[in-house]
């Protein structure tokens, strides 16, 4: 079974607010790298809203052959209710590499603990469910090596069939061609250029495509 690895799209940092009993609950969502960056998200939602009682948080950062490193803080709210109702949102969203920043401003009324720790999770999946989608994919990468004259149309017609291609010039003219698995490569090419192509795997590489909205439904 095909693991599927869900992320917001690169440089992707969204917001969305949710109001309970005057208490209103601002969202950002946003894509990180590390724990670094994810933490800085923290400390620059601090500075952008210094009027704000709490800024409750929580990350998952994929960690390649392990299970993912996840945080949450509760900011000064009781325990339970700020950090882990968002760790709960971001779990639900299937998202990694991604930090929820909830800030909350106190309306003057006190929720209580069920009542504050689900505000605090309806906002975070407020802001995730705004948001769009891609998926990472490992798929086969190839280095392609032609004639100069045989280039340049090589490159038109492998990008027409929807192929990634490089053009390359370091020593001989080639490309490298990332395909989906299962993709014949070798035949497309050797009928394009008859025969005088060569065709040689040079691994995986990893590509992000939007995730349709009805496949997220």
Do not use: N
């Amino acid at each position: 079974m095909r693991t599927v690895t869900l992320l917001l799209p690169p440089g992707y940092c969204g917001a969305a607010t949710h109001e309970v009993r005057r208490s209103v609950f601002r969202a950002e969502v946003k894509r990180v790298g590390d724990e670094e960056s994810a933490r800085a998200a923290v400390t620059a939602a601090r500075r952008a809203h210094p009027d704000a009682r709490h800024h409750c948080s929580a990350f998952v950062l994929a960690v390649e052959g392990a299970q993912p490193v996840e945080r949450s803080s509760d900011d000064g709210e009781p325990a339970g209710t700020g950090g882990m109702p968002i760790l709960a949102a971001l779990h639900g969203s299937g998202l990694v590499d991604v930090v929820c920043v909830v800030t909350r401003w106190f309306g003057g009324v006190k929720l209580g603990a069920g009542p504050l720790a689900r505000a605090y999770g309806d906002a975070a999946g407020l802001a995730l469910s705004q948001a769009p989608r891609v998926e990472r994919l490992l798929r086969p990468q190839w280095r392609v090596t032609v004639s100069y004259a045989d280039l340049g149309r090589l490159v038109d017609d492998l990008t027409t069939r929807g192929l990634t291609v490089i053009p390359e010039y370091a020593v001989d003219p080639s490309l490298l061609v990332t395909a989906d698995a299962g993709y014949d490569l070798r035949a497309v090419v050797a009928a394009l250029t008859q025969g005088a192509g060569s065709v040689t795997p040079t691994g995986t590489v990893a590509v992000e495509i939007p995730v349709q909205i009805s496949a997220r439904a």
